[in-house]
């Protein structure tokens, strides 16, 4: 049901050498790029028509209108389960907990007498968020997307979600309700590659966002290349990725739902277990069998994503190798599962997140740890970072300088501006003085 690879014995490769014996998924931007291009373009020119024209190519549905009426949004809310509407208010609760406290102020820094340098942090002033509506529905993404952008102190928050037939051309309504909760009423019908091209031009009924965040399929992620440079993205966010570092101490059971728990996302999600111990492997592989037989995706989704070249038991020789495997492979999500948990933890360089014993798995995460769940693929946790607060932030420095500072420093700007041959640079200065080179 899932490969195994045995890195014991012989020293462990460093750097690409390490990356490139570990399994990932086939996931080509570059090719679906040139797909969504002419789709991009279509909405570029033609606005509200063309989703209209691609909801009913893609989802089924022929639209009224893009943009979610309020009476939808009211009525969602209204047949919500109590329940779900329970857990919803929870996850927000706790989402804002923890996003609250990333909050950045205004820092100043005095560098000399009387000359300082300040970094103030201003939001970006609107924000586009994508939640995802394809295989499965993700009110728990619009959490993850609005709640740090209120945070921050967006002031002008969009979503889009794919329209549903099912639903009559609205987004799912669960996923209506949660824009409710959140104080969301700017909700569109849009999805995939459209919903990333009407936030980046603009259309009729939505104007454009300097920022489009979220999950996505490979289709929103080749969007998002094509318009970097013109808004800012998140990430180009690939298939779902769990890896557990694990030694004997580790409850297989545990192991192999956490396994499942994401190869039950998509059939190109990644699950790795990294492990120093046979017996383990052997164990979860054997409590594998019956708990995917028991799971309701286990045809469409787990089978194939356990099966897949993505998803792997990794043998190590001890946990430190273990450790530089999940740091080379960088999973969005990180388990470990191992004596001593947190004190390995502390060790991990590249993870999206990390789960810190049997009583923190990834599902939490994704709904109500607190912590966001739009986190980085495919290896890219090695430079990138997952949602926060910080992404809809800028830093701005603030120069202020008195007359006296700037005199002070006026011959080390000349004399390099005009090592690079920029006189002017330093001319600029000179023009406030009678300057001389001093002695």
Known sequence: MISRIDLRGDALPEGGALRDL???????????????????????HRGDAALI????????????????????LTAALEQLDPAVRAALEESIRRARIVHREQRRTTKVTQVVPGGTVAEKWVPVDRVGIYAPGGRSVYPSSVIMGVVPAQEAGVESIA???PAQAEF?????????????????????????????AMFAYGTESCLPANLVVGPGNIWVAAAKRYFTGIIGIDAEAGPTEIAVLA?????????AAD??????????????????SAELAAAVEKELEPQVAAAKHREERITPALNGRQSAIVLVENIEDGLAVVNAYGAEHLEIQTRDAAAVAEKVRNAGAVFVGPWSPVSLGDYCAGSNHVLPTGGCACHSSGLSVQSFLRGIHIVDYTRDALAEVTHHVVTLAEAEDLPAHGAALKARFDWKVPS
């Not at 996931?27 to 291009?37: G, H, P, S, Y």
């Not at 030694?247 to 192991?255: G, I, L, M, Q, R």
């Open 159 to 161: 979503l889009a979600s």
């Open 53 to 72: 024209d691609f909801a009913a190519k893609f989802d089924g549905v022929r639209l009224e209108q893009v943009r979610v009426p309020a009476a939808a």
């Open 247 to 255: 030694d004997e101490t580790a409850d297989p059971v545990h192991v």
């Open 22 to 44: 570990l399994p990932r998924a086939d996931f080509d931007v570059t090719a679906a790029l040139e797909k969504v291009r002419p789709i991009c373009e279509d909405v570029h």
């Open 259 to 276: 396994l499942i728990s994401q190869a039950e996302h998509d059939p190109l999600a990644a699950a790795v277990l990294v492990t120093d």
């Open 168 to 196: 009559d051309g609205l987004p799912h309504p669960t996923i209506l309700a949660a824009c409710v909760l959140l104080g969301i009423d700017e909700v569109y019908a849009a999805g995939g590659a459209t919903a990333v």
